[in-house]
């Protein structure tokens, strides 16, 4: 759906249960930052829930100090705790069976594709398609 993400070539997902830490399955990079899908499984459906991005550029064109690794397990979401721990309570108060969380490297030696103006393109892209954001992007 996405053909945005198709260039970037270091990529890799992984799975969330209510049984796992968050720490224990997150495979995102801790130096290197991008955007991140999040795909709901539940009763054998599939549908995307949540589009995110993990650091800022400066105005000299380097990197913030947070990764994909720690955006996902320590930006908020759902109010003030981290996603570590709203992620959980979301799986089990929505009965996902298991989110599963794509995530792309999208500023590096090889591309500069401001991770933000990514997660912007592509939300822009499912509201065109859908109507609306997907469930747990609030605002943009």
Not at 40 to 61: D, M, T, W
């Amino acid at each position: 759906m996405f053909d945005e993400l198709s260039k970037y070539k270091n990529t890799d997902h992984f799975f969330i249960s209510a049984n796992n830490s968050l720490e224990d399955v997150c495979n995102a990079p801790k130096d290197r930052g991008g955007v991140f899908l999040v795909y709901e499984l539940k009763k054998g459906g599939i549908q995307l829930v949540y589009i995110g991005s993990a650091c800022k550029v400066n105005r000299n064109g380097r990197l913030g100090k947070t990764s994909l690794y720690d955006t996902i397990l320590n930006g908020h979401q759902f109010g003030e705790l981290p996603r570590k721990k709203t992620w959980l309570n979301k799986i089990k108060v929505e009965n996902i069976d298991a989110p599963d969380v794509y995530w792309y490297v999208n500023f590096n030696s090889e591309t500069a594709d401001i991770p933000s103006y990514v997660a912007a393109t592509i939300i822009q892209r499912f509201f065109d398609f859908n109507g609306c954001f997907p469930r747990w992007n609030t605002e943009m």
